[in-house]
T-cell receptor
Framework: NAGVTQTPKFQVLKTGQSMTLQCAQD?????MYWYRQDPGMGLRLIYY???????DKGEVPNGYNVSRLNKREFSLRLESAAPSQTSVYFC?????????????FGEGSRLTVL | DAKTTQPNSMESNEEEPVHLPCNHS???????IHWYRQLPSQGPEYVIH???SNVNNRMASLAIAEDRKSSTLILHRATLRDAAVYYC??????????FGKGTRLHILP
């Protein structure tokens, strides 16, 4: 039961470096989401994809880009990392808009930007 | 944005019931109310959801106000393993799922 898989689990970057966080789900879900969680804080929505081929900005999209590569995969890219992007990143998926279906989360990717 | 209001933190004694409140005054008639919890160093996990009627599952009960502007998550007998941050959410018209800061539940032994 893989569910939602995120890679990498840990990453350390220097300011200005770029990287991509990968997320894949094997539940044939239509909607996928990227959140960030700073220490002691709640989750903040970065970007989401309501269906394959569509993406939309969430609460805190600045400094990030996303790609919904196919129905399974939703990647998050940092083009020029900044210390303010140090956070734990969670990917989630749901069958459709959150209604009768639930959100499934990955285990998180812990990113440190020096 | 679909936003909810929850107390920052609550405390309860072990083996006693816990009632976690949530206000969602801007909810529309077709939006489901969901509750999630996040244990330390883990991703959030689903607890329960409902539309209008009260709901029960093996983890908790969900009581929804008649006007749907508030709901209460009920843990019938809290254990130390229930110490977590609890989030109440619903999906608004713009498809954004906004979590907010949730309620940090402390369980006293």
């Amino acid at each position: 039961n893989a569910g939602v898989t995120q890679t990498p689990k840990f990453q350390v970057l220097k300011t200005g470096q770029s990287m991509t966080l990968q997320c894949a789900q094997d539940m044939n879900h239509n909607s996928m989401y990227w959140y960030r969680q700073d220490p002691g804080m709640g989750l903040r929505l970065i970007y989401y994809s309501a269906s394959e081929g569509t993406t939309d900005k969430g609460e805190v999209p600045n400094g990030y880009n996303v790609s919904r590569l196919n129905k399974r995969e939703f990647s998050l890219r940092l083009e020029s990392a900044a210390p303010s992007q140090t956070s734990v990143y969670f990917c989630a998926s749901s069958r459709d808009r959150v209604g009768t279906g639930e959100l499934f989360f990955g285990e998180g990717s812990r990113l440190t930007v020096l | 944005d679909a936003k909810t209001t929850q107390p920052n933190s609550m405390e309860s004694n072990e083996e006693e019931p816990v009632h976690l409140p949530c206000n969602h005054s801007t909810i529309s008639g077709t939006d489901y109310i969901h509750w999630y919890r996040q244990l330390p160093s883990q991703g959030p996990e689903y607890v329960i959801h409902g539309l209008t009627s009260n709901v029960n599952n093996r983890m908790a009960s969900l009581a929804i106000a008649e006007d749907r502007k508030s709901s209460t998550l009920i843990l019938h007998r809290a254990t130390l393993r229930d110490a977590a941050v609890y989030y109440c959410i619903y999906l608004g018209r713009d498809d954004k799922i906004i979590f907010g800061k949730g309620t940090r539940l402390h369980i006293l032994p």
